[in-house]
């Protein structure tokens, strides 16, 4: 008997009650925009342009942790890249990690 008017009572909010349940979980959301999904977009295009620059003659680091020297941009997504002398071998692009040392544009 106590219950019925406590039920109806927690009944009347309606959609205030509603749109107050939602605020945290919309909060959550942009946090985790700004935290996590908008730095790791910018990281993704600072690669992309990273690899793209690549040209002949760059030191670079693969992902597997090889260092060599870029002797070849290929057009269909690889780099040949000497390890050592008389060591090439054909990596993805997407695979290099870091440019370590950059080479000067040709004047021309």
């Not at 977009?41 to 690899?51: A, D």
């Not at 680091?61 to 269909?76: E, P, Q």
Request: aromatic share 6%; no cysteine.
């Amino acid at each position: 008997m106590f219950a019925t008017p406590a039920f109806a009572q927690a009944a009347g909010g309606g959609a205030a009650g509603a749109l107050t349940s939602f605020v945290p979980l919309i909060l959550i959301f942009v946090i985790m925009y700004f935290l996590l999904i908008r730095p790791q977009q910018k990281k993704v295009k600072e690669h992309q342009k990273m690899i793209e620059a690549l040209r002949r003659g760059d030191q670079v680091v693969t992902a597997g942790g090889m260092i060599g020297k870029v002797v070849k941009v290929r057009d269909d997504g690889e780099v040949e890249v000497e390890l050592a002398d008389n060591v090439k071998v054909r990596v993805v692009k997407s695979t290099i990690a870091t440019v370590r040392n950059k080479t000067e544009p040709a004047e021309g």
